[in-house]
């Protein structure tokens, strides 16, 4: 439902929590509603920028589901990127398929990233 009204929303610039709605009693999930769920009548606004936690950010160019400009926005907001890297051709589950393609592009990334945390603890 949260991700169904995170694509249908207009303003796409702003990650919100899920919309219960206004009418407790008769809205989207029972006895919920924003009022209840967040003590105002509209959902609150994640403060991606709170969050501290050194991330890196892997995306496709051809992402149907985190689009190339959901990826602009997170970068927009997230303050603690350290590595962010747009592959080119790849699309959502391309992510999660371990081809050749993967094991040389994205895995390169991921053990040079942990390769560096690794030799920062020391």
Same mark, same amino acid.
């Given at each position: 439902?949260?991700?169904?009204?995170?694509?249908?929303? &207009?303003?796409?610039?702003?990650?919100?929590? *899920?919309?219960?709605?206004?009418?407790?009693?008769?809205? $989207?999930?029972?006895? &919920?509603c924003n009022q209840r769920a967040y003590?105002?009548?509209? $959902?609150?606004?994640?403060?991606?920028?709170?969050?501290?936690? $050194?991330? &890196?950010?892997?995306?496709?160019?051809?992402?149907v589901l985190s689009t190339p400009l959901?990826?602009?926005?997170? *970068?927009?907001?997230?303050?603690?990127?350290? %590595?962010?890297?747009?592959?080119?051709?790849?699309?959502?589950?391309?992510?999660?398929? %371990?081809?050749?393609?993967?094991?040389?592009?994205?895995?390169?990334?991921?053990?040079?990233?942990?390769?560096?945390?690794?030799?920062?603890?020391?």
């Open positions: 439902m949260h991700w169904s009204q995170a694509v249908n929303r &207009a303003d796409s610039r702003h990650l919100v929590a *899920l919309d219960f709605g206004t009418d407790c009693e008769n809205g $989207p999930v029972p006895n &919920a003590g105002s009548r509209a $959902p609150r606004v994640y403060n991606l920028s709170a969050i501290t936690t $050194p991330l &890196a950010l892997f995306s496709g160019d051809r992402d959901d990826v602009e926005v997170l *970068l927009e907001e997230l303050t603690s990127v350290i %590595f962010a890297r747009t592959y080119k051709g790849y699309s959502h589950l391309d992510f999660t398929w %371990f081809g050749s393609a993967t094991r040389q592009e994205v895995n390169r990334d991921v053990l040079h990233l942990l390769r560096a945390a690794s030799a920062s603890a020391v």
